[in-house]
Every structure is written in C-alpha cells, then in structure tokens.
C-alpha cells in the first residue's frame, strides 16, 4: 500500500510539475507578443565565440554555500574558455523548471544543475532528453534520475565523523548527559539526511539516546524554534545537537545562547559555511563539518568538459556515477582538521 500511494504522490507531482512548466510557457508567448520579455536567466561568460555554452542551474545563489560553487564553476569554466548561462532557481520549483526551460532554448551544450527540489528532476530529464542534451548533478539528489555524473559529499562519511567529534568533544568539557538531538534537513534532499543517520549510528552505538529527531528544513529559522522545543524539556540533560546544515546549526547556537547553555551543550553543524566559521570562533558553535562547495563546482565544469569533449569520466563509484568531494572537519579552535585526533 505505501508503495502505491508513494507511485500515486509521485504521478501527482509530476502532472503539477508538468502543468506549471505548460501555464509558464503560454505566459512566457503572452509576453513576448505584447513586450520585451523579461530574462529569467543572468549570462557569465568567458567567451562569446566560445564553442561550448554550459547552462548551470543554482539552488539559491543568495545562500553562501550555493554563491561558493557557482564561484567554482565561473572560474574553472573560464579557465577552459567555456560559455555559461547562469540560472538561479531561488529555492522554487517553479523557478527550477521554468530557468533550465529558458536555458535549453538558449541553446546550451549540457546542463550542470544544483536542484532545489531532486523530485522535480524526472521533468528537468525529461526536457533534456528530447532535446539531447546531457546532464551533470551537482549536490542534493538526483531524483533516481540516470544522470552523467553526480557529483557529491560523501554524507554519510561526514555523519560518522561528526558522531566521532562529538564523543570527542563530550570527553574533553567532561559532559555527563547521555543525551543528543538532531535537526533534520528538509526530507527530499535524501543524501544529506545520511548525514544525520551516521551521526545517530555513532552515538547509539556508544550508548547515547537521540531524544529528538526534528526536521527544519535547512531553514535557520525553523531550526531556532526547533531547539527552543528542545531545550524546553531538555536543556539541563543535553549533551549535544547536530544540525545537517550550517544554517539549521547558527539557529541552533542562538537558542542554545539565549538559553543560557553556551560551551554546555555542544552544537555541530554541516558545511563549512563562512558565518558557521564565524560563530564557532566566537564560542557559539563548537564544530562543523566542511564541504568544498567551490571544488565541487569546478569538478562539475570538468566532468561536463569530458563529456562534451568526448573523454571518458572516472567515477568513484560507477554504479550511482558519484563523484566524491573531500569533506574534513573545522574543529572548536575554527581551524580545519584533516585528521581525528
């Protein structure tokens, strides 16, 4: 029964989906026969003669994560004299379809997108396959999509070494609470919620109780409220919270702050995220663990430079096509650490 209802929610969205990019492109005609239309997609370029055009789709390019690997793919693509068409989706699956939609018409050779929503990619396919265009997939998810590459973090990996830290961390400031919590990105991106599953494998693992699995949707905000409910029973038995994104983490700190608990109960977050730096500098945060959004970026460019130029990628695992981006950790010092201790 649940695999029939997931098929029927799956069918659903898509004809949502399907329904939304048909109603765009009839406005889209409407406009243009009555005025300028107004561009959905901003141009980077390294070359206007260049003879391959990238399309590159962004999460949201006003989070700081996102704004580093578009950064990554600008640069590398200009190194290789590479045109790209930038389209930022601003966290909107409207916007998603509607941009890589817009960036197919511009003519472009293959598209590197980093998808707000992996659901939507079966339609992002869809619209690439009838217009013979290759794919790469760089972060959140797929969407069980066959994709040429997908170029990712191991999560996983990093939840380990998150739990690992946190005993670490519980040994050292000598915390006698055998209890953690975790806040939960939003439940489609899938690969980073493995993150939170390793990190919930470790502590259980050495006998401690997750007291709370609370999702807030990478959302600062969400995540501040979050531990409030936390801390309103737990505040005095907690040992640690690990937050699978830097922005749930930072809110996460200020209610751990506000509550009186700063260095009492630890809080590790995922990313690397400048401000995430900032705040375990100053006390409020005790640990994150670090992607390489600007590498990941840049591979993205070189993978689809392969494949454009006919070459052969090397994945590290050849079954999903992944490609792995180192991640390590930025411990309570703020300084990077490549290895445990």
């Not at 806040?183 to 493995?194: D, F, G, N, Q, Y």
């Not at 640690?240 to 630890?266: C, H, P, S, T, Y």
Request: glycine share 8%.
């Amino acid at each position: 029964m649940n695999k029939v209802l997931k098929t029927i929610s799956g069918l659903i969205l898509f004809f949502i989906v399907f329904c939304l990019v048909i109603y765009n492109q009839i406005i889209s005609s409407v406009k243009n026969q009555t005025s300028e239309p107004e561009a959905i997609a901003i141009t980077e370029t390294a070359s206007e003669d260049s003879e391959y055009t990238i399309g590159w789709s962004v999460y949201n390019n006003t989070f700081e994560f996102f704004h580093t690997m578009q950064e990554g793919v600008l640069d590398r693509a200009a190194e290789l004299g590479i045109h790209v068409i930038a389209h930022d989706q601003k966290s909107s699956i409207v916007e998603m379809i509607t941009g890589v939609t817009d960036l197919i018409e511009q003519g472009i050779d293959i598209l590197i997108i980093s998808p707000y929503n992996p659901n939507a990619m079966r339609v992002i396919i869809g619209l690439t396959e009838d217009a013979h265009i290759p794919v790469v997939v760089v972060d959140i998810g797929t969407g069980g999509t066959d994709v040429e590459a997908f170029i990712i973090t191991d999560s996983f990996a990093g939840g380990s070494l998150a739990g690992e830290y946190a005993l670490e961390l519980i040994r050292r400031h000598s915390i006698t609470s055998t209890n953690v919590a975790i806040l939960k990105v939003e439940e489609t991106a899938a690969h980073a919620r493995r993150r939170g599953e390793a990190f919930k494998d470790i502590m259980t693992q050495d006998g401690y109780t997750v007291v709370a699995e609370i999702t807030a949707n990478s959302d600062q905000t969400q995540s501040y409220e979050a531990t409030r409910e936390i801390l309103a029973s737990y505040a005095d038995d907690l040992a640690v919270i690990f937050a699978e994104n830097d922005r749930m983490a930072l809110g996460a700190a200020q209610a751990v702050e506000e509550a009186g608990k700063r260095g009492q109960i630890m809080v590790i977050g995922f990313d690397g995220d400048p401000a995430a730096i900032t705040a375990i500098q100053e006390g409020l945060m005790q640990g994150t663990i670090a992607q390489q959004p600007y590498e990941m970026g840049a591979l993205g460019v070189d993978v689809a430079y392969t494949i454009l130029t006919g070459g052969r990628v090397i994945y590290d695992d050849v079954e999903s096509k992944e490609l792995y981006v180192e991640i390590y950790l930025i411990d309570e010092t703020g300084q990077p650490r490549r290895h445990m201790q």
